[in-house]
């Protein structure tokens, strides 16, 4: 019988090895999430049916606890943006320590929102396209 698992405690890194950033420290929601896009059927002459086309992109989205200081993830994501370096990072979903599975794949990094209410511990939320799709490793 399957056990269904909570997720954490697990890692999510991103970035080049040697200078990857632990996003787990502050991140409160961690899911990597397919999309498809499905073209209408095609109806043939002779009564048959081609199938339309399907394209699967990915994102790794999420939610993390904002934090101003000079290590912070938001500033993390601002200075490595893609629309600044045209350079999409590495990245590694673990989604629990304790398991076997190890997400791997190449992410366009985004700048996240910056602020919110007055007196409260603010939040962003991510989403970051996948270059790709994701690979299944394992978490040895």
């Keep these: ?80 943006r893609y629309s600044k370096t045209k350079v999409a990072l590495p990245f590694t979903f673990i989604p629990l320590d304790s398991g076997t599975q190890e997400w791997t794949g190449t992410i366009k990094l985004r700048a996240l929102d910056i602020g919110g209410d007055v007196k409260k511990q603010n939040t962003s939320d991510f989403s970051f396209p996948l270059v790709g799709e994701p690979a299944l490793g394992t978490n040895a």
């Design 1 to 80: 019988m399957t056990v269904a698992h909570r997720l954490g405690p697990g890692s999510l890194l991103i970035g080049a090895t040697g200078s990857e950033k632990e996003f787990a420290v502050q991140t409160t929601k961690t899911t990597l999430t397919p999309s498809v896009a499905a073209e209408d059927d095609i109806n043939t002459l002779d009564g048959n049916t081609l199938g339309g086309d399907e394209t699967e992109t990915w994102e790794l989205t999420g939610t993390i606890h904002q934090s101003y200081d000079a290590n912070s993830l938001l500033k993390y994501c601002f200075d490595n």
